[in-house]
């Protein structure tokens, strides 16, 4: 079966007129289709219409759209109060009916139940669901077929990637027409198996969740893994800013809910602070209070110490070569300083010892190389030390010490994050639980690489997609980092997806498919 989407006539339903139904209605409209809006609440009907009018009526102001095109869009949303009770009649005529309303099975069951009665055997019945199966919300149609999933992210207007999901049973038609549809409203189709969390919620489990870990351990606070992420990562947002933005009595659900749907996996486990936090309320902006106080709508972040002034030329400096390049580049830095450097194999009895591990915590790693833990200390060397530098310690090293450190590294004006023994520092850690997280998608067939990496960047907004990040960093280095967090930790949640470990041992990139 094929579906002309381009016809003139083709109409498009909207069941649900919350922030997502109206979103969807506005650009459905802004597309050129006709469009229906209904929601068991009269008045919502209303307030959803009149917000897309003033939206469309907004972007014609700044020049962004034709007014005579603003007004005829408009006049594309059609309001009805079609619904359980008038038994959908007025959607007789979709082609497509798109259902945003509550996250709950039954209800969607009805939805679909009460459509099927109504509408032709070619309308598709498309649901926006975040959290629920396809396949699910499907199980109970006369015609399982033409049900997909056609999530959309908010703002929908802004956000312009949907996945296009197809439940066992959905046929390939259906599929095709809405990646079609979506083409037309100017967003990203991005075709996904029915998995939990789809694709961008699932991608983006590692990122929040492993932050969580850190500072539930000590080693950081929120706002030190945030400045991390964001000014030496480059991340838009810090794992804690986003998770204030999107809510976290949303986030903590979906969280749980990959988590119990994936069967208890390891990689996805919560961590308790997530679910504290969200019982005590703290949600985020929308509240005032999350990670961050929000007085006024503006986020108050705490400041940080700055780095201590010392007399560089006192002190001796060792780094170790275990790993060539990483010191080459930290021996630079510390040069410029004006610290003495010393090029012997081993340090002196009172030179300050500097190690570069990747994984590794920096009591492991001096150990391993039979050094002097009180004199050591690490930094974090896999991202760009022309921008923050972050810098560990372990639980012996000397006060003084952890001081000349900091001080060495903050000689030249850059920004230094101190933290806590921890294997894999704060970067090293999330980026290789990111990684490893989409070359698992990849494993599991959710997607393509390339759709991986594209809806994640749409999706997330992060600044690469986990497998060209992976590929960035190294598949071999982000093996590495995995196994030495394992090993540490003792932990399943680090093991390496297949995906990823072999093509880390093969030397080919993570895009390279099977």
């Known amino acids: 079966m094929a579906i002309d989407v381009n016809r003139p006539d083709f109409t498009i339903g909207i069941i649900g007129a919350g922030v997502m139904g109206r979103g ?21 009907v209303e307030a959803a219409a009149k917000a897309c009018a003033d939206m469309i009526r907004r972007k ?3 020049g962004q759209i034709d007014e005579a095109a603003a007004e005829a869009a408009i006049h594309r949303i059609r309001k009805t109060g079609a619904g359980p009770e008038a038994g959908w009649t007025e959607f007789a005529a979709c082609n497509l009916v798109v259902e945003a309303v509550v996250e709950r099975m039954d209800v969607k069951h009805a939805v679909v139940a009460g459509l099927e009665a109504v509408v032709r055997d070619d309308c598709i019945i498309a649901s926006n669901t975040s959290s629920l199966s396809v396949t699910g919300i499907a199980a109970r149609a006369r015609l399982p077929g033409r049900i997909a999933g056609f999530h959309f992210f908010n703002p929908v207007p802004l956000m312009r990637v949907v996945e296009v999901v197809g439940g066992v049973l959905t046929e390939e038609w259906a599929l095709d027409a809405l990646t079609q549809v979506a083409k037309r409203f100017g ?4 075709r996904t198996t029915d998995t939990p969390g789809f694709l961008v919620n699932h991608a983006g489990r590692a990122f929040g969740t492993e932050a969580m870990r850190i500072v539930s351990e000590g080693i950081a606070s929120f706002a030190d893994v945030d400045r991390v992420m964001t000014e030496a990562a480059g991340f838009r947002m810090g794992p804690f800013e986003l998770l204030d933005l999107t809510g976290l009595d949303v986030s903590q659900v979906v969280i749980e809910s990959i988590y119990r749907q994936y069967y208890d996996e390891t990689r996805y486990r919560p961590v308790y602070l997530g679910e504290q936090r969200r019982v005590a309320g703290l949600f985020g902006r929308k509240v005032g209070r999350g990670f961050y106080a929000y007085p006024d709508g503006k986020q108050q972040r705490p400041p940080e110490t700055p780095a201590p002034k010392i007399d560089a030329a006192r002190f001796s400096v060792w780094v170790s070569a275990r790993h060539p390049q990483a010191a080459a580049r930290l021996r630079d830095v510390l040069a410029a300083s004006g610290a003495r450097m010393e090029s012997g194999d081993k340090p002196s009895a009172d030179a300050l010892i500097f190690l570069t591990p990747f994984g590794e915590d920096c009591t492991t790693a001096a150990l391993a190389e039979g050094l002097d833990p009180t004199r050591a200390v690490a930094v974090d060397c896999r991202l760009p030390l022309e921008r923050r530098r972050t810098l560990m310690h372990n639980p012996l090293t000397r006060a003084d010490l952890r001081e000349a450190a900091h001080g060495l590294l903050g000689a030249d004006g850059k920004a230094v994050t101190a933290v806590n023994d921890s294997p894999g520092f704060i970067a090293q850690r999330i980026l290789a639980c990111v990684v490893n997280i989409g070359a698992e998608i990849a494993q599991q067939r959710v997607a393509t690489p390339d759709d991986i990496n594209r809806a994640v960047e749409l999706g997330l907004g992060y600044p690469r997609g986990p497998l060209r990040l992976g590929d960035e960093l190294g598949p071999a280095r982000v093996l590495e980092i995995l196994e030495n967090i394992g090993a540490f930790y003792g932990d399943m949640r680090y093991r390496a997806s297949p995906w990823l470990k072999r093509r880390a041992l093969l030397g080919a990139s993570l895009m390279q498919a099977d």
């Not at 969807?24 to 919502?44: M, S």
């Open 24 to 44: 969807i209605a506005q650009v459905a409209a802004e597309a050129g289709f006709n469009v229906l809006l209904a929601d068991t609440q009269a008045a919502a």
């Open 60 to 62: 014609a102001e700044k």
């Open 187 to 190: 967003h990203h189709p991005v």
